[in-house]
């Protein structure tokens, strides 16, 4: 059973910065490429980013050079540190996990990112 737990969450001005963790419990956490999707009210959940296994990344034009995603596959642990933060990145923030192996998909609960003044 792969579980995923976020946190880091909260709220923060325009122009600050947040980091988001996600605590994988997984039995072979390299395997797994992981990711960060977004929701906000009333839209689809869309991708943020995403870093494979052997620290390859990609991400949304939206976050583009404010957003980073990294990995640490001994702690078994995915970060999202989010610079320069602005109003439309409000959202709730979730974890993603799929292995190379099969076509499962994985979710975290989520955390709650406000940016407001």
């Known amino acids: 059973q792969v579980q995923l737990v976020e946190s880091g969450g909260g709220l923060v001005q325009p122009g600050g910065s947040l980091r988001l963790s996600c605590a994988a419990s997984v039995i072979n956490f390299s395997i797994y490429t992981m990711a960060w999707y977004r929701q906000a009210p009333g839209k689809q959940r869309d991708l943020v980013a995403t870093i494979t296994s052997t620290g390859s990344t990609n991400y949304a034009d939206s976050v583009k050079g404010r957003f980073t995603i990294s990995r640490i596959n001994a702690g078994k642990m995915v970060y999202l540190q989010m610079n320069s933060l602005k109003p439309e990145d409000t959202a709730i923030y979730y974890c993603?996990?799929?292995?190379?192996?099969?076509?499962?998909?994985?979710w975290g609960q989520g955390t709650q990112v406000t940016v407001s003044s």
């Open positions: 993603n996990a799929r292995p190379v192996t099969n076509k499962n998909t994985y």
